[in-house]
DNA sequence: CAAGCTACCTTGCCACGCAAGCTACCTTGT
DNA sequence: ACAAGGTAGCTTGCGTGGCAAGGTAGCTTG
């Protein structure tokens, strides 16, 4: 039993969520996956997969930072190529939760075009 | 290179498209499959394994009637279980779409609470 | 010197949409 | 009578990608 139908909503927009981060400011993995945890319930786990995925598609470049505190950070900083993608995916993003509201919103039998006849 | 993020996104929400239209009217997979697939895209492949998971989980519940023109239908009918989920499922949706949002909305170093040092 | 935090990263698993393909029913055209 | 084409059902193989759990290493504090 699944259950969770959040874990399957989260991907194609953690991507999405990560990119309008970075546009913000510039942030290392494990900094951003500690906000979006708290915004979207994202696992740390999943972060380093998904920096290394937009680093070889070329949406992101990092450069080391040394930390008062701890390890050194790999910051993130967008490419003019990760912007890019910030506003295709956005616009995306609002065409499919647009969608999806328009179909939750339907007021019962709208969409009638082709369905004339009702067998029951 | 993916690029499509609407794939992803779809996961976790077909579930609750299909409910929201069966609560509405029963109905049978070619028909969901091709309202959804003009709505948000959804393939026909899918309708046939998402039909299934939902009545393995108790959430609709078929019967069969002829057609006038081509095979008999194999109709759907939410189940108590399946008006329960849709209740469940739509608050989640809300819940998630409201976080997305609050994440791609959010002016610029609002969250700032424990991120007091710039080190740069 | 052992805890414990930060920060990095990997592995194995699982869910689930999709394309493509298959079967079979029924109508229409020639 | 038989091929074509639409309707309707279903399956297989594949790929994506989040997640839990685990592992390394730097640094701080008791």
Redesign the pocket.
């Known amino acids: 039993m ?1 259950e ?5 909503l ?6 999405l969520c990560v990119l309008t981060l970075l546009n913000r400011r510039d942030g ?7 906000d979006l945890s708290k915004a979207i ?13 937009m680093q070889t598609d070329g949406l992101v470049e990092t450069y080391l930072v ?10 993130y900083r967008l490419t003019a190529a990760g912007r890019r993608a910030l506003e295709a995916q956005t616009a995306e993003w609002r065409t499919f939760a647009d969608a999806v509201e328009a179909v939750l919103a339907e007021p019962a039998a709208a969409t009638a075009e082709t369905k004339g006849e009702l067998t029951q």
Do not use: F, N, W
Request: cysteine-free.
């Open positions: 699944p969770h139908i959040d874990t399957q989260k991907k194609g927009v953690l991507t290392y993995a494990y900094d951003i996956a500690a319930g994202m696992g740390e786990g999943t972060i380093y997969p998904l920096m290394r995925r040394e930390s008062a505190a701890g390890p050194s950070r790999k910051y």
